[in-house]
């Protein structure tokens, strides 16, 4: 009896692990679940160069936050368990990507809030409340840095001629 709730603590464990909720994230909400599918299969047995042939993924940007989430968070988070990661760890990781690619940082910290947030709303990994919630862009990386853009002289022309083909009240 006591060795089969052993068991069933262990494999509670097993299961709230950040690696194992970052894929479901992936699989779930991120790709879908015959892109996610045919994607790991093409990992294990394919050339990495083919192209997958299942049905859109459920975001456009899929690519991006599947290398954010595989290729920094689940290498840093793999084998803890979700509600072990604090807030203060999150932002060690923000700070520090900040330093060199303040953009990315942000690219980082909404993808860490969007999947700590799906994983609060499932209920499935244990989870009471989300340790990104509290933390905003501005503060730790700062205000976004704007910068002028001047048109080149091939954009320059496309907009007015564009602007030249269009009806009086748009355009010219």
């Known amino acids: 009896m006591q060795e089969a709730d052993e068991r ?38 394919a050339p990495a160069d083919r192209k997958p042939t299942a049905e859109a993924p459920l975001e456009r940007k899929w690519l991006e936050v599947a290398r954010v989430v595989r290729g920094e968070l689940i290498l840093l988070w ?43 709303h499932t209920d499935r990994y244990g989870l009471h409340a989300s340790p990104a919630d509290a933390l905003k862009p501005t503060i730790i990386i700062g205000e976004k840095a704007s910068g002028d853009r001047v048109l080149d002289d091939k954009e320059l022309f496309a907009l007015l001629r564009a602007a030249a083909r269009t009806p009086y009240r748009s355009g010219l």
């Open 8 to 45: 069933r603590v262990e494999a509670q464990r097993d299961a709230n692990k950040f690696g194992v909720m970052a894929e479901d994230f992936l699989r779930k909400k991120v790709m879908g679940a015959r892109l996610y599918d045919e994607i790991e299969s093409q990992r294990e047995n």
């Open 78 to 120: 793999r084998d803890r368990p979700a509600t072990e990661i604090t807030r203060r760890e999150i932002q060690d990781v923000i700070e520090a990507k900040a330093e060199t690619a303040p953009a990315q940082a942000r690219n980082i910290l909404a993808i860490i809030k969007r999947m700590f947030t799906w994983a609060l």
